[in-house]
């Protein structure tokens, strides 16, 4: 009798808390609403704001497949330089593997789409999962590895996965070095293809984009910084750092199986060591520990490559090595990082400020 | 016959050791002295083998090693490796020195250029740069003489590099560096010069070990990823920094890579190097000889 006597007390607080909860956030609307006004006002959030309202707009000055296309890749390639930001930049793990995810999650949704007959938004998100569990498997051991050791370790694993996908043994849905082909297009009409991956590079970033803004991303920065110290005040390093490698496996794995689906295919060449050069020499161009980076860097790229390549198949790459080691050498944050600067002075100057 | 296998992982087993021992003591040297991974080091291997096809005029491609320029084009390819190796350090390495992982992605960007650089003057296809033709018969199996000469030639240098280490004093100067840096500066060593040598001894011996074993199989753009992902795996397994750790490394992953590829299948040898490199690194990050700590 006295049991039940608690029990329907704290049933009866339950529900009186309800409408006060309800009534808080009610009156924080205002405030959230006033701070996300606040934030586009800011020089960042409004160039944000048009670039957005930029992109999603194209299609209605084109509806060509193959100008879309290229939006459609530079879209793809942000989501995948942003995620090898959030482990490198973020985090400190550097990557020189993230090939690995591009491909697993290739593969992943393809062998859903062509063989399980799952619909796109299931493939994707299965090829992701495959992607975050087998980074949670090369997390576990990776734990202990110092920056260097880390890059070539996962370099070193992105290519045992190249000559392992290149074995026509491995399973017949595989197919070796041909790899997986006739995988449906996410959509037929390239308008909503591109409206779609759009959405999701937007929703990708900004899950990225308030993660490492809050208390978790500033975790992870003490981690880059100085684990010791990280360490020593308590935080448990092991667990963020898994959670930063499922984090970027997850999203590097959207971004392979929207390759994937574009590409209408997957083959072993998915892990090669260039394929995990693009997001670092994005990011380096971008801006480093910032998620806007890598989409910046990765619409310069695409676009950048689509005007190279028409020069020689060679030459894209070659400017990029050429530029990384140009940027490495003389600039350690990203150049364009000193060009938004300036810009944003210009911006303070129009505001009256 | 049954007998012949066990033979051939023995004996392409030590020849490979003995080309891979030439590639991880660079590479160990250049972590050991400058604390550098070296992701350019496989494409100094590839670039050797490109600068001897380059230099080459279409009659001695034919005439092969009987012609006289063959061996110049040796002796000139081996020479700019090594002064590229020099510039990557003055031009790009010194400069960004004091963070790790800016020297690791400047490299890394250093081995796309190459590449890259290699496609654009000779195509993305495969060549090769002639061999000694003919076999020996050795105990039942047929080795072709070029593997023999890379032996015999990995075995030299292998020896010269200790004994140049031992006796010569700017290898006993790096070997100063490489043990503690701060006691070598305050004996009055210059540091970065030691490391600007060490850079320029491990494209050295990348070289000649591109020289000795390229002729063997085909020369093709992306060959240095496979040669720094082995020269990782060697000097993971033997210990960062550690010479001796380096050679015998270098040995078990010739044999464990030829008894793979024998008893097993030949794509699977491939794998065998970075299974190695996460096991020890799981078990023994140390190395079996090393010094350095790795974490």
């Known amino acids: ?353 | 016959m049954a007998g012949t296998e066990i033979i051939e992982v023995l004996v392409y087993g030590t020849v490979q050791g003995g080309i891979f021992a030439l590639l991880a003591m660079g590479f160990s040297l250049v972590f050991g002295v400058g604390g550098i991974l070296n992701q350019a080091h496989g494409a100094f291997y590839a670039i050797t083998g490109y600068l001897v096809y380059w230099i080459h005029d279409p009659v001695s491609l034919f005439a092969g090693v009987d012609s006289p320029k063959f061996y110049w084009a040796m002796v000139f390819a081996l020479i700019v490796v090594i002064i590229i190796g020099g510039l990557s350090y003055l031009g790009l390495i010194k400069s960004v020195q004091e963070h790790e992982i800016n020297v690791v992605i400047i490299t890394f960007a250093l081995a796309f250029f190459l590449e890259q650089a290699v496609k654009m003057i000779f195509g993305d296809i495969g060549h090769s740069i002639p061999s000694v033709s003919g076999n020996e018969e050795f105990l039942g199996i047929f080795i072709p003489w070029q593997h023999i000469i890379s032996l015999i030639g990995s075995l030299i240098v292998i020896a010269s590099v200790i004994l140049f280490m031992n006796k010569v004093k700017i290898g006993n100067q790096i070997r100063a560096v490489a043990q503690d840096k701060e006691a070598a500066q305050l004996m009055g060593i210059n540091t970065n010069r030691m490391l600007m040598y060490t850079i320029m001894l491990s494209a050295f011996l990348a070289g000649i070990a591109g020289l000795l074993y390229i002729p063997t199989g085909d020369l093709a753009p992306h060959m240095g990823w496979g040669v720094l992902t082995r020269s990782f795996a060697i000097v993971v397994l033997g210990g960062l920094g550690s010479i001796p750790g380096s050679v015998i490394g270098s040995f078990i992953l010739g044999y464990a890579g030829n008894f793979v590829g024998v008893y097993i299948g030949q794509s699977w040898a491939g794998l065998v190097p970075t299974v190695l490199i996460v096991v020890m690194l799981i078990v023994r990050p140390r190395g079996i000889f090393g010094k350095k700590e790795v974490r």
């Open chain 1, 1 to 353: 009798m006295v049991k039940s006597h608690i029990v329907k007390k704290s049933i009866d607080d339950f529900w009186k808390r309800i409408p006060k909860k309800i009534k808080l956030s009610v009156k924080s609307l205002p405030t959230a609403l006033n701070g996300f006004m606040g934030k586009l006002r800011t020089f960042k959030g409004g160039l944000t704001l048009i670039c957005l309202i930029i992109l999603s707009i194209v299609p209605i000055f084109t509806k060509n497949p193959f100008y879309l296309g290229i939006f459609m890749m530079a879209c793809i390639y942000s989501i995948y330089a942003s995620s090898w930001d959030f482990m490198t930049g973020y985090t400190g793990l550097v990557s020189f593997g993230h090939a690995i995810f591009l491909g697993l999650a290739g593969y992943g949704t393809s062998v859903g789409l062509v063989f399980l007959g799952f619909n796109w938004l299931i493939a994707l998100l299965f090829g992701s999962i495959i992607s975050v569990v087998i980074g949670v498997l090369i997390a576990i051991p990776s734990l202990r590895l110092k920056g260097p050791y880390l890059a070539l370790t996962l370099l070193s694993i992105s290519m045992i996965l190249w000559s392992l996908f290149l074995m026509g043994e491995l399973s017949p849905w595989l197919r070796g070095s041909q790899g997986i082909s006739q995988v449906p297009l996410l959509s037929p009409n390239p308008v909503i293809e591109y409206i779609t991956t759009f959405i999701i590079m937007v929703l990708s970033l900004g899950i990225m984009k308030m993660l490492g803004s809050a208390k978790f991303g500033k975790i992870l920065n003490s981690i880059r910084d100085d684990d010791t110290g990280a360490e020593a005040s308590g935080i448990n390093i092991s667990k963020y750092k898994i959670l930063a490698f499922m984090i970027s496996a997850f999203f590097a794995g959207i971004a392979g199986g929207l390759f994937a689906m574009h590409n209408r295919g997957v083959d072993p060449g998915r892990f090669q060591p260039l394929y995990s050069f693009y997001p670092i020499i994005m990011v380096a161009v971008g801006g480093l520990a910032t998620i806007s980076g890598g989409a910046l860097g990765a619409f310069i790229f695409v676009f950048l490559n689509e005007i190279l390549i028409e020069l020689a198949p060679w030459a894209p790459l070659f400017v990029f090595s050429i530029i990384l080691i140009l940027i490495i050498r003389f600039s350690e944050r990203g150049i364009m990082r000193p060009a938004i600067e300036r810009l944003k002075e210009l911006w303070d100057v129009l505001l009256g400020k």
